[in-house]
């Protein structure tokens, strides 16, 4: 409300509810559990609105909500309490508290200490500085992203500051694409001798895009404003597949990919019953013995006295020669030279 000089919608207060209320959450998580707990327990925007009226903070005028004299007093009073950073003089504010008055201000205001902020020091210094905490902030890309878009609304003599970027990795890519605008040259699709992009700067600055998106505003649609404009040179899914292919740490660290990539092993399929199962090639099934006759005995096999298998192997009606799996030998090892000598010791596997 301060942001819009003390008046909101009873629609944007219970919107700032919900995203208080479901902080942490995932976009899809946060919208489910706020809509089953609002379904069951009503919104509670209006009974909140209703108390700050009644204590005199707020005033209600159909769908628009005001602060009062008091209500404003009272939410300075509480940032006061908070340890809210007070800001030095316009031209004494370091490279990080620029980052937070462009993130904090309304364009004009911040225009106005910008401008205050130059008057201190060298243009090229001043892109230095920037460019400098830009890298720094590496690990937020709204900071990071920030400061490299301050940076080439200063005037002046800047290009060396621009070439002395280069050497700094997280603002490369920034610094390299306005060295090619300032060129009269495209970075993507006509950059300048030594000043071509590599292979991750796109899905590196795609995600700085994107994750700044979501940082500033935590609005699905604001985000997928980003990805739009992110994916204008291509489609989104190349985008999104660039990053899921890129190894570099902002694409794979902060935006993993939705796709898995564990392979899914087909079950087997169950043992068909025994009655239902064919003989392996080469087997001559046996006909049944009467009982009497049954027992463990030498058998005679086709084939030469060398192929001749051990005793010991009593088949009984309807059985088949099936190595256990503690036995099982390749099928390499049965075909090699020595496979004769093998006849007594192992069985060929059965698939």
């Given at each position: 409300?301060?942001?819009?000089?003390?008046?909101?919608?009873?629609?944007?207060?219970?919107?700032e509810?919900?995203?208080?209320?479901?902080?942490g959450?995932?976009?899809?998580?946060?919208?489910?559990?706020?809509?089953?707990?609002?379904?069951?327990?009503?919104?509670?925007?209006?009974?909140?609105?209703?108390?700050?009226?009644?204590?005199?903070?707020?005033k209600?005028?159909?769908?628009?909500?005001?602060?009062?004299?008091?209500?404003?007093?009272?939410?300075?009073?509480?940032?006061?309490?908070?340890?809210?950073?007070?800001?030095?003089d316009?031209?004494?504010?370091?490279?990080?508290?620029?980052?937070?008055?462009?993130l904090?201000?309304?364009?004009?205001?911040?225009g106005?200490?910008?401008?205050?902020w130059?008057?201190?020091?060298?243009?090229?210094?001043?892109?230095?500085?920037?460019?400098?905490?830009?890298?720094?902030?590496?690990?937020?890309?709204?900071?990071?992203?920030?400061?490299v878009q301050?940076a080439?609304?200063?005037?002046?003599?800047?290009?060396?500051?621009?070439?002395?970027?280069?050497?700094?990795?997280?603002?490369?890519?920034?610094?390299?694409?306005?060295l090619?605008?300032?060129?009269?040259?495209?970075?993507?699709d006509?950059?300048?001798p030594?000043?071509?992009?590599?292979?991750?700067?796109?899905?590196?600055?795609?995600?700085?895009?994107?994750?700044?998106?979501?940082?500033?505003?935590?609005?699905?649609?604001?985000?997928?404003?980003?990805?739009?404009?992110?994916?204008?040179?291509?489609?989104?899914a190349?985008?999104?597949?660039?990053?899921?292919?890129?190894?570099?740490?902002?694409?794979?660290?902060?935006?993993?990919?939705?796709?898995?990539?564990?392979?899914?092993?087909?079950?087997?399929?169950?043992?068909?019953?025994?009655?239902?199962?064919?003989?392996?090639?080469?087997?001559?099934?046996?006909?049944?013995?009467?009982?009497?006759?049954?027992?463990?005995?030498?058998?005679?096999?086709?084939?030469?006295?060398?192929?001749?298998?051990?005793?010991?192997?009593?088949?009984?009606?309807?059985?088949?020669?099936?190595?256990?799996?503690?036995?099982?030998?390749?099928?390499?090892?049965?075909?090699?030279?020595?496979?004769?000598?093998?006849?007594?010791?192992?069985?060929?596997?059965?698939?």
């Amino acid at each position: 409300m301060l942001e819009q000089h003390g008046t909101a919608t009873v629609t944007e207060l219970s919107d700032e509810i919900a995203l208080g209320a479901t902080e942490g959450m995932t976009p899809s998580a946060a919208e489910h559990a706020w809509a089953a707990w609002t379904s069951k327990h009503g919104d509670p925007t209006r009974g909140y609105l209703g108390l700050a009226e009644e204590l005199g903070v707020l005033k209600i005028d159909g769908e628009t909500a005001t602060l009062t004299p008091l209500g404003m007093w009272a939410m300075l009073r509480q940032l006061h309490n908070a340890h809210l950073e007070h800001l030095p003089d316009s031209a004494e504010l370091t490279p990080y508290q620029v980052l937070v008055c462009r993130l904090g201000m309304s364009d004009e205001a911040f225009g106005r200490d910008l401008k205050c902020w130059l008057t201190a020091r060298e243009p090229g210094s001043a892109v230095t500085e920037l460019l400098t905490e830009a890298a720094a902030q590496s690990d937020s890309p709204l900071y990071l992203r920030t400061g490299v878009q301050i940076a080439p609304g200063i005037s002046g003599d800047t290009d060396e500051a621009w070439r002395e970027a280069l050497a700094m990795p997280e603002v490369r890519p920034y610094a390299a694409a306005e060295l090619n605008r300032r060129a009269g040259h495209d970075f993507w699709d006509n950059p300048l001798p030594g000043l071509e992009p590599i292979h991750c700067d796109s899905a590196v600055m795609a995600s700085h895009g994107i994750i700044a998106a979501y940082e500033g505003s935590k609005d699905p649609a604001e985000v997928a404003s980003a990805v739009r404009e992110e994916a204008s040179r291509n489609s989104e899914a190349a985008m999104f597949e660039e990053m899921w292919r890129s190894r570099h740490q902002v694409p794979t660290r902060r935006l993993p990919s939705s796709a898995s990539t564990t392979r899914t092993r087909r079950p087997r399929k169950p043992p068909a019953p025994p009655s239902t199962r064919h003989p392996q090639p080469g087997y001559r099934r046996r006909p049944m013995d009467p009982p009497a006759q049954r027992g463990p005995r030498p058998r005679r096999m086709r084939g030469d006295a060398q192929d001749m298998h051990g005793p010991g192997l009593d088949l009984q009606h309807d059985e088949y020669i099936q190595a256990l799996p503690q036995h099982r030998v390749h099928m390499q090892e049965i075909a090699c030279e020595d496979a004769r000598c093998r006849g007594g010791q192992e069985l060929p596997p059965r698939r």
